[in-house]
């Protein structure tokens, strides 16, 4: 896409992150329909999926020929990276969404033929948001965001799955004592939000598509690192153990887990 | 104190929280100097010093004959919780101030004879404010604030100390893993503002005076349980692990931790 392609996308689904800000204010002051998924902390509510039906709608309308990929299954069973694909996660940090109306993120991101085009991730209660993509730049509410210092391990916060370090994933414990502190947010996006404006130097999960499809291409869009902990390649389309770290942070963990391994 | 009294020191304080919250903002445009206590993690800066400096020579006027206990030692050496006793916690969260300029709070708490009289936590970024007491109410930038509903540890969302439970304090992980999920925010006035609004059923952490005095305070006046968990009466003058929860919640994790005894 060229700069004007890139502009329209921006301001459009700028205003719908501006929509969906409204939606939620609305609906966290009405009564909320809460149900879990694959256990009783996988929560889903009403919003989660009206958020996506009104993603879903208005990328049909702008965005005919390309194909959807939703955390609640309202878009399409995509099978390959071939041609335009969004990934949506409407509400993400569900669980913060329902405890604390505050601390959760909406996600957008869109891929060509498997590479980033553009992504959004909004804090919806705070309604801040950084979007951006590798040919157009990074924003912070519109503001150009520039790359903070490239700061170690030893030197910065590390953001880190709850569940993954309380049952040990390989490595977790370790990074988190190595890290000067480590944070658990509960939320990827707001953990993104975190790295990308330099507040944090590196954030771990094992994530799904539409989880991590924004963060990192935020991430490399900016100049942080981008990889997997797991030895598998990244592949868009299954869950994996994604980082995003500064450089030197990046250096810092990759170590510990050969050393570990 | 009577109500016109509790009135005024309200008034008085949330002024000083106001000035606090400016010089802050100031100090954090400019260089910061940060140096270390204990330990590399153990931070503290220019500003901590400054606002503590400030607290005290604002209470030495409003209230000369009262002794205060601050975090950076500009206050006296308070032997007994006799008489009037200022708890100061100039920049809670250090760390978070240093590395990512929110998400830390200031604290202040006001003892007689022992007893609680009123206390304020302001997250100072968000400038969000808690304030109250016993006699007073609670409330939150001046508007009451309700008890939320009493939830238990499985249904809610518990704040943990991040060392405390990386580093397997007795039935820190048992706890994480019962609650229905755990956050670590690193800083205990942001973790009881939290729990004060309902956004999470308990706290837990190893704290010194000037880290807990003011949110058990809020705490007890809200209709909230506090208690220790380390078998020791609570001492406002000695660190103690203290837990500030709703009822069921506490319920819960009291049993926990003497199954795991």
Redesign the interface.
């Known amino acids: 896409m060229d700069q004007i392609q890139l502009q329209k996308l921006d301001t459009t689904v700028l205003k719908w992150l501006d929509q969906v800000h409204h939606l939620v204010e609305q609906r966290v002051r009405q009564r909320m329909q809460v149900d879990t998924k694959s256990s009783?902390?996988d929560l889903v509510t009403n919003v989660d999926r009206e958020v996506e039906q009104y993603y879903v709608q208005h990328i049909r309308n702008f965005d005919p020929e390309a194909q959807i990929l939703g955390e609640e299954g309202l878009g399409d069973a995509v099978k390959s990276m071939k041609g335009r694909i969004w990934f949506v996660d409407p509400i993400d940090g569900t669980?913060?969404f329902v405890?604390?109306?505050?601390e959760f993120a909406t996600m957008v991101a869109v891929y060509e033929d498997g590479e980033p085009v553009m992504a959004w991730i909004m804090d919806v209660q705070q309604h801040d948001i950084i979007h951006g993509g590798p040919e157009y730049g990074v924003f912070h509410n519109g503001e150009k965001l520039e790359l903070s210092a490239d700061i170690g391990l030893?030197e910065?916060?590390v953001i880190l799955s709850?569940a993954r370090?309380?049952y040990e994933e390989p490595g977790f414990?370790q990074l988190?004592?190595a890290a000067?502190?480590?944070?658990?947010?509960?939320s990827a996006g707001i953990s993104y939000l975190?790295v990308l404006t330099g507040?944090?130097v590196a954030y771990l999960s094992r994530m799904r598509p539409w989880d991590f499809a924004a963060g990192i291409t935020l991430a490399k869009s900016l100049g942080l690192r981008v990889g997997t902990i797991d030895e598998q390649p990244m592949n868009m389309l299954v869950s994996g153990s994604v980082l995003v770290a500064t450089d030197k942070a990046y250096a810092d963990i990759m170590a510990l887990l050969q050393k570990k391994g």
């Open positions: 009783h902390r669980m913060n405890k604390q109306q505050s030893d910065g916060l709850g370090l309380l414990p988190a004592k000067m502190g480590y944070r658990v947010y509960g975190h507040k944090a």
